[in-house]
């Protein structure tokens, strides 16, 4: 069973561009949740979603930002127009449910020349 | 509200040496509290977790912690290090909402031969 898979794994992209980075949960899991870790810091929820609904999206910046989890594929998150400040590492996590352990990606580092 | 404090950015210690990575946490909620450890290009892996049973928990690879309430701490410890052990620690509390992970900064344990 492999485990959350991100792609890709090293992202650049010029100020302005749009940025994907994909998770596929692991096999079973329905819930899906994004965490940016900025240089020095601790990771920091972003957005958890179920198939097709976003459920807490309350630490994703308002502008730029988007993610989806659609009922097929995997789950995307979206930055438009990147900006230098962007640039992170971004994690993935899935889980059966609210209430068991939740398995995280290796993340997708993202940095914006 | 909760919050995290890993008090040491860095531990270095001997290989065989007893490891100590210090953690406090903040909560508005009765939490659960969790050690995950990220070894180099890996994803984020879970040592051990509290949730409101023994306050002495062991987890994988020879760690444990024990929950402290009086001292709103949940230090990480284990005997001997080893070389394996090398890598990055972070110390998790979840509140109310158990799918909201908050992270403190980490911990990154060096093991000297």
């Known amino acids: 069973n492999a485990g959350v898979m991100q792609n890709p794994r090293h992202l650049v992209r010029r100020r302005g561009q749009e940025a994907r980075l994909r998770c596929s949960p692991m096999?079973?899991?329905?819930?899906v949740y994004w965490y940016r870790q900025l240089p020095e810091e601790g990771l920091k929820f972003m957005v958890y979603l179920q198939k097709e609904n976003i459920i807490d999206e309350s630490g994703m910046p308002k502008e730029r930002f988007s993610a989806e989890f659609p009922k097929e594929g995997p789950s995307i998150l979206r930055i438009q127009q990147v900006v230098r400040g962007d640039s992170a590492a971004y994690f993935c996590?899935?889980?059966?449910?609210?209430?068991?352990?939740?398995?995280f990606g290796q993340g997708t580092r993202l940095t914006v020349v | 509200a909760q919050s995290v404090t890993q008090l040491d950015s860095h531990v270095s210690v001997s290989e065989g040496t007893p490891v100590l990575l210090r953690c406090n946490y903040s909560?508005?909620?009765?939490?659960?509290l969790f050690w995950y450890v990220q070894h180099p290009n890996k994803g984020l892996q879970l040592l051990l977790k509290y949730t409101s049973a023994a306050t002495l928990v062991k987890g994988i690879n020879g760690f444990e912690a024990e929950f402290k309430k009086s001292e709103t701490s949940f230090h990480l410890t284990k005997p001997s290090a080893h070389m394996s052990d090398a890598a990055e620690y972070f110390c998790v509390v979840s509140g109310g909402s158990n799918y909201k992970l908050t992270f403190g900064k980490g911990t990154l344990l060096t093991v000297n031969p």
């Open positions: 909560s508005s909620y009765s939490p659960s």
């Open positions: 996590a899935s889980s059966l449910d609210t209430n068991t352990e939740a398995f």
């Open positions: 096999k079973g899991h329905s819930h």
